[in-house]
């Protein structure tokens, strides 16, 4: 037994005892003993999750599909994915002697510092969605967090579930030359274009240097390519999709088909990992189906609060996923109200000029009327509207709760796009005033 491990879960008890969450069990954990999450003696399967978008809510489907599937699962499923929410994690589900008391552990785990938590938590799995410029002030450049993944990953003799449709995914598999690797991979549709003009980091051949040519595009960089000179990019997927239904929300994977839990294309990818996972675990797909069926996105990830008229908050971070979100808020029919809440506080990242490089002139449409811009740089966000010719529709409401209240009183269906810090503000507010 190791009485600060029991100090810790007693915390953490007296914590959820009041309704109250978060990471201090782990903060308190890791100030005692630095050394606190690698004397975990983890379960047979160990699958983490990593990428720029999407981690959240992948990690969730898997988790609840193995669930599904009969197995007893631990997942920090609200996203807490840095060293003390992980050590958190860890504390709740185990015994005092450091047993953690499940058949898989599904983490979630940020990009930026899987580096240093890789060895510690020994994965058996490690599951890449995708890599986009996100936060460079925090950050830095993309090629700085893969290099350090495919440190980590070089002598990594477990499951890579990875992307095939994301040059800088395939990159580091690739680097991986002890792995079992198994790419997922999602045919042309009709959401697919022949080019793009979004942001596009994978224009160039990590191997070669040679321009990449594609056949197609999903979104931003993400799609089926390969090197003309070095044939970087042709794989064999493991799991591939085809026949994307999106009146019907279905697609199909070696002949049988499944139901998508969103209309969106990143879902599709999302769902793609899901099948991998249960593949290689020998489980019955179905069970995801099921999971697939039934699965809402929470936290900011196309969450309904039924104010006068429904209104959908989203994360946005960066700008691949800002330019989804807008996307799917353009392809909804009626007339909308849109807030964009903008912060720039250290979780959000100080730098801000990623707006400049989402297509927000997505938003000039007849049934989009207002866009109220609030959070600390309301005005700046006011401004990248003003160039796409938006300035008759936009409102600036530095007040959170007077900024819902506006849109609110409109009588119309409203989408919610925030930054980190704003999020879970703006979610109490309309926890608050939701029917």
Not at 201 to 225: D, M, N, T
Not at 269 to 283: F, H, I, K, S
Not at 371 to 384: E, N
Not at 420 to 426: I, W
Request: with cysteine; aromatic share 8%; hydrophobic share 40%.
């Amino acid at each position: 037994m190791d009485l600060r491990l029991v100090a810790v879960q007693i915390v953490r008890k007296a914590l959820t005892a009041v309704g109250r969450g978060g990471s201090l069990p782990g903060r308190l954990a890791l100030k005692m003993d630095s050394r606190f999450i690698e004397k975990f003696h983890m379960p047979k399967h160990v699958i983490l999750v990593t990428g720029t978008n999407g981690k959240t809510t992948t990690s969730n489907l898997i988790a609840k599909s193995l669930m599904q599937a009969g197995l007893k699962v631990i997942n920090n499923s609200r996203g807490d994915n840095l060293n003390v929410g992980i050590a958190t994690l860890l504390a709740a589900s185990s015994d005092a002697d450091f047993n953690v008391q499940a058949d898989v552990a599904v983490i979630e785990v940020d990009e930026l510092t899987l580096y240093r938590q890789f060895k510690s938590l020994r994965p058996t799995a490690l599951v890449v969605n995708n890599f986009f410029r996100d936060q460079l002030d925090r950050a830095g450049e993309m090629e700085t967090i893969i290099r350090k993944i495919e440190e980590v990953t070089e002598d990594f003799e477990g499951d890579l579930i990875m992307n095939g449709d994301d040059p800088n995914v395939v990159r580091i598999a690739e680097n991986a030359k002890k792995a079992k690797v198994h790419y997922f991979s999602v045919g042309e549709n009709e959401v697919s274009q022949k080019t793009t003009n979004e942001a596009s980091e994978g224009k160039f051949c990590p191997r070669c240097g040679a321009r990449l040519v594609y056949e197609y595009y999903q979104y931003s960089h993400i799609g089926r390519f390969a090197c003309p000179s070095c044939q970087f990019g042709k794989i064999t997927p493991y799991t591939y999709v085809s026949e994307i239904d999106y009146q019907n929300q279905t697609f199909t994977v070696d002949g049988v088909k499944y139901h998508s839990f969103m209309n969106t294309i990143y879902a599709i990818y999302n769902c793609a990992v899901v099948l991998t996972v249960m593949r290689l675990l020998g489980l019955d797909l179905q069970a995801a189906n099921t999971v697939f069926k039934t699965f809402s996105m929470k936290e900011g990830r196309n969450e309904v609060f039924v104010l006068s008229k429904p209104s959908v908050l989203n994360l946005i971070k960066n700008p691949t996923g800002a330019n989804e979100v807008m996307k799917y808020i353009v392809s909804q029919e009626g007339d909308k109200n849109i807030a964009i809440f903008l912060n720039d506080n250290d979780q959000d990242g100080r730098d801000i000029s990623w707006i400049w490089d989402a297509h927000f002139e997505r938003l000039n449409k007849e049934n989009i009327h207002t866009i109220v811009c609030s959070g600390t740089r309301a005005y700046d966000m006011a401004l990248r509207l003003k160039y796409e010719g938006l300035e008759d529709h936009i409102q600036v409401i530095e007040n959170f709760e007077e900024a819902i209240k506006y849109i609110d009183k409109a009588d119309r269906d409203s989408y919610i796009l925030s930054t980190y810090t704003a999020l879970h503000v703006v979610r109490s507010i309309l926890k608050k005033e939701a029917r």
